[in-house]
């Protein structure tokens, strides 16, 4: 019913800069929340960034003025421009939906993309 897919993960070196995407598509009424999630190895999935369908923007402290959350509401896309990489930021990123499907009486549920790995390295 709905998928999301995620691109531009990879290997960078420290203080470069990557963009991720992600794009929905689906029977879809509405996205509310998008946001983009990260999982290192050998630790919790923690949010990096969320925007609200209206703009509003909320970042992990770690990656505030780095990161740069954006969404296009009218083709369900969501990007993460992220500068000057750290090691530390090297995980596998997930983009994630509040999805309203047709036809589901306005109940909102979550989805989740299938990861794409960005590796900080020299």
């Known amino acids: 019913q709905v998928q999301l897919v995620e691109s531009g993960g990879g290997l960078v070196q420290p203080g470069g800069s990557l963009r991720l995407s992600c794009a929905a598509s689906?029977?879809?009424?509405?996205?509310?929340?998008m946001g983009w999630y990260r999982q290192a190895p050998g630790k919790q999935r923690e949010l990096v960034a969320v925007v609200t369908r209206g703009g509003s923007t909320n970042y992990l402290e770690a990656v505030k003025g780095r990161f740069t959350i954006a969404r296009d509401n009218a083709n369900n896309t969501v990007s993460l421009q992220m500068n000057s990489l750290k090691p530390e930021d090297t995980a596998v990123y997930y983009c994630?939906?509040?999805?309203?499907?047709?036809?589901?009486?306005?109940?909102?549920?979550?989805?989740w993309g299938q990861g794409t790995q960005v590796t900080v390295s020299s």
């Open positions: 994630n939906a509040g999805v309203v499907l047709i036809g589901s009486g306005y109940r909102e549920s979550s989805r």
């Open positions: 689906g029977t879809i009424f509405r996205i509310n929340t």
